[in-house]
């Protein structure tokens, strides 16, 4: 029974180990699915999501849904340390538990839970110690692995938040460019009226760059995708799905405006949006193509008229693009429990910069 035991005591730390250099240190994809922090991450943020459901008040419910990401990854922390203490402790007690207490005491079960616990935080109290080589061999191993996952926790959250910032810093950017929630519709008509073609298709080339930024940093750490913005009404599936949308509209065909860069930025954009989907196993929703009805497309085509701006009459083509991104959208979208933007934004929504807690007082 205690050789059993200390089997199964290298298994768990052997999985452990490879988890979190898969999460932690490895800066690629991980295509297998039998992974703890996998298991780990579908089974609480489901829970998570039902909660948040349940409130009624969408700003309570927003606010619910941001502490995931954060505390996701200290509780993801916390359960790699207690499987590593346990194990190690499971390895000790395998072995015999050849320890030593300053009360001269027989060691029982929680003095070696005890012991491997401060060993693992290299506390060094002193008052548990190892008698046989073996026991002291697996404690200075012990003492190894919780020193390199305290350094690599160190490393690894910096990573996390400057990757966060970039990402939150463009999209906010989107602001005053696309409405909040951005729209495709305000994207266009703020670059048409200003006869600011050419800053649209700069957008789009920051866009690319950041496509492709957001899906190697995601796809490495899947856990910012959990990460939300600072405003309820921006999110980085919304920003992307805006951006879509608009090189959609470009390169269905929009008079005066090349194409060359919207289908650059489209390709990257649609790129991340379908891998990011992948990675969290998320099927395209068929038939998502009724986020914009022929009435709205008609409505779209008026209101970009009246701008000076006339859209071609290829709604096939239209359709085409929408329909190799937007199943997507909205599967990903839903699973992440964050909205998807419309085409035209509502009348009521305003930007956030021209918006504060003391608006009415001025």
């Known amino acids: 029974m205690h050789w059993a035991a200390g089997i199964v005591a290298v298994l768990v730390i052997l999985i452990i180990l490879v988890d979190a250099f898969e999460t932690i240190i490895l800066p690629r994809r991980v295509n297998r ?4 922090a996998r298991f780990f991450y579908l089974a609480t943020w489901t829970p998570w999501k039902l909660l948040a459901r349940q409130m009624k008040n969408r700003k309570k419910r927003e ?46 079960l929680f003095t070696v839970l005890y012991m491997s616990g401060t060993t693992f935080f290299t506390l060094g109290l002193g008052d548990v110690t190892p008698k046989t080589e073996l026991s002291r061999f697996l404690t200075v191993m012990e003492a190894g692995v919780g020193f390199a996952m305290l350094a690599a926790v160190i490393g690894y959250l910096p990573t996390i938040y400057q990757a966060f910032s970039r990402r939150e810093g463009v999209i906010s950017m989107l602001d005053a460019r696309a409405g ?17 073609i050419e800053a649209l298709n700069q957008l789009f080339a920051e866009w690319e760059r950041l496509a492709a930024e957001i899906m190697e940093s ?9 990460f939300r913005s600072q405003h309820d009404n921006q999110s980085w599936i919304a920003a992307l799905t805006a951006v879509l949308d608009s090189c959609a509209l470009v390169m269905a065909g929009i008079e005066g405006i090349p194409d060359r860069q919207a289908r650059l930025t489209f390709a ?18 068929p038939g998502a193509c009724p986020r914009l009805s ?28 929408r329909l190799s991104y937007e199943g997507y959208v909205v599967s990903l979208a ?29």
């Open 33 to 36: 699915k039998v992974r703890l």
């Open 63 to 108: 606010n619910f849904l941001s502490f995931y990401g954060p505390l996701s990854l200290l509780m993801l922390f916390a359960t790699w340390s207690l499987g590593l203490i346990h194990s190690f402790a499971g390895l000790q007690w395998a072995i015999g538990s050849h320890l030593k207490t300053a009360d001269g005491l027989e060691p029982d």
């Open 180 to 196: 909040s929630p951005p729209s495709a519709y305000e994207l266009i008509r703020r670059h048409t009226e200003d006869g600011a």
């Open 218 to 226: 995601h796809i490495s750490y899947p856990v910012l995708c959990y």
């Open 268 to 285: 990257m954009a649609r790129h991340a949006m379908v891998d990011l989907a992948q990675i969290f196993g998320r099927a395209p929703v």
């Open 294 to 321: 022929d009435a709205d497309r008609q409505r779209l085509s008026s209101m970009l008229i009246e701008n000076g701006v006339r859209l071609s009459n290829d709604h096939k083509k239209l359709d085409d693009l």
């Open 334 to 362: 839903a699973f992440l429990a964050m909205e998807v933007p419309l085409w035209i934004k509502k009348p009521e929504a305003k930007d956030n910069w021209t918006t504060s807690a003391w608006t009415a007082m001025h």
